[in-house]
């Protein structure tokens, strides 16, 4: 039978076994990368000497990914895996893996080989050193113009509405103390930026320079998708924004409205000829233009009200080793 997340999260703690360190990978459609993946963090693990598990998490792939993690499975009793029924997302995802690590310190990582798991020493020394969080820091990043640019603003805003001054809060390579992830399980998933989460409730947090390999095939992340990262980045994590919209509108019509009125009376003074519908069509286009930004963001207010409301997971496993 499957599974939702919420009966996971109800049972976990009765399943916790000591384990020191929990490596969380997302997957979708990483069969060609699976194996040396496995191999690389096998040996970087192997050389800390701790305990440790890995926890796939299979979100719905189509080209054989879990087939690849049951074999890998068959040879190495450090995987834990679980198949999600259908790509539910990136985030959804990790809280799958998330509610089932074990360990007193969790990375998590993307499945690509972006993140080198060369570099999990890092992350888990900071921890070590007392932080709460290792926030992974991609020094030089393998992505076009068209990835970046979006991600700066994406990173500002964030470092805005969390008042946490990290430069890169969408990089997935890091590492968190357990404790400070449990009291975040029940938003991680349903709202993007599991990073910006945790550190929202006070986590102490240090950066960490990480590698960046580039990726294999085109970005899942297109310019639209990203414009609808903002805007659950602003409805997530901005705290008032309608108020703040609406302010923002007001003064900007005031002033659009003082600026074309001067610009009436003296061209009406100097030229004799008013231009009055060409300076009408402009400023119904700039209102009507604000208008729809704040239909968007109304639209993603309603969009999180109507999944409260409905309860509906996040996710249905499938299978899981």
């Not at 009966?7 to 000591?18: C, H, L, M, T, V």
């Not at 995802?93 to 690509?112: F, Q």
């Not at 590492?175 to 349903?190: H, K």
């Not at 402009?282 to 209102?287: D, H």
Request: aromatic share 6%; proline share 4%; net charge neutral.
């Amino acid at each position: 039978m499957a599974r939702t997340e919420t009966a996971i999260s109800q049972q976990q703690d009765g399943d916790r076994d000591p384990v020191e360190l929990s490596i969380v990978v997302t997957l979708y459609d990483e069969r060609d990368t699976l194996d040396e993946l496995h191999a690389r963090l096998g040996t970087t693990m192997r050389a800390l000497g701790r305990s440790w598990e890995v926890v796939y998490v299979d979100d719905g792939s189509t080209d054989g990914t879990f087939a690849a993690l049951e074999r890998l499975h068959a040879d190495d009793a450090h995987i834990r895996a679980v198949r999600l029924k259908r790509n539910s997302g990136q985030h959804p995802a990790m809280h799958a893996g998330l509610a089932r690590a074990r360990g007193s310190i969790v990375v998590t990582m993307d499945g690509d080989l972006q993140n080198p798991p060369e570099d999990l020493p890092k992350l888990i020394e900071a921890i070590d050193a007392g932080y709460d969080v290792a926030s992974g820091r991609r020094g030089l990043r393998h992505d076009s113009w068209g990835r970046t640019l979006p991600s700066r603003l994406i990173n500002g805003m964030l470092r805005r509405f969390t008042a946490v001054s990290i430069s890169d809060f969408g990089c997935a390579f890091n590492a968190y103390r357990r404790d400070s992830v449990v009291p975040m399980l029940g938003a991680i998933g349903r709202q993007k930026f599991t990073k910006a989460l945790v550190l929202s409730g006070g986590a102490s947090v240090v950066e960490v320079d990480v590698g960046h390999a580039p990726r294999a095939g085109a970005s899942r992340y297109t310019p639209l998708r990203l414009s609808r990262v903002a805007l659950h980045v602003l409805a997530g994590f901005w705290p008032e924004p309608i108020q703040w919209a609406g302010v923002l509108l007001g003064a900007l019509c005031s002033l659009a409205a003082t600026a074309l009125g001067g610009y009436a009376l003296v061209y009406w003074i100097v030229e004799d000829d008013f231009p009055g519908p060409l300076l009408l069509g402009a400023l119904v286009v700039a209102v009507l233009g604000v208008q729809g930004f704040i239909l968007a963001l109304v639209g993603e207010y309603l969009g999180r009200i109507q999944r409260v409301v409905e309860h509906r997971p996040m996710y249905l496993v499938d299978r899981e080793l």
